[in-house]
């Protein structure tokens, strides 16, 4: 059984910093892609980050360009996001994604059949 399991998040002032991990366990295969999304209250969900687990390929909702970084351990088998220069807008249950195919848009939620069970980071101003 596939499993994705996030953590790190937490409560930080404005303009600190946190780093999500989401350890991955349970696959026979190779991920081709995984990604970073958010869920603010009484919003939808949106992208934030996510990389081709291969090759290294980023991308970054504008929103968070230049403050967020996404990387990987392919040995840990574990994705993070290093957040900065927080934003109470930040503010949102986080969650990781995954999937296998290839050649999926990693910028859209539809399109990653693994997820975890999101972690909650919350910004103070």
């Known amino acids: 059984q596939v499993q994705l399991v996030e953590s790190g998040g937490g409560l930080v002032q404005a303009g600190g910093s946190l780093r999500l991990s989401c350890a991955t366990s349970?696959?026979?295969?190779?991920?081709?892609?995984m990604g970073w999304f958010r869920q603010a209250p009484g919003k939808e969900r949106e992208f934030v980050a996510a990389?081709?687990?291969?090759?290294?390929?980023?991308h970054y909702a504008d929103s968070v360009k230049g403050r967020f970084t996404i990387s990987r351990d392919s040995a840990k088998n574990t994705l993070y996001l290093q957040l900065s220069t927080l934003k109470p807008e930040d503010t949102a249950v986080y969650y990781c994604?995954?999937?296998?195919?290839?050649?999926?848009?990693?910028?859209?939620?539809?399109?990653?059949?693994?997820w975890g069970q999101g972690t909650q980071v919350t910004v103070s101003s």
């Open positions: 994604a995954a999937d296998p195919r290839w050649g999926l848009d990693m910028i859209l939620a539809a399109s990653y059949a693994y």
């Open positions: 349970g696959r026979t295969f190779s991920w081709y892609a």
């Open positions: 990389m081709n687990w291969s090759g290294g390929r980023t």
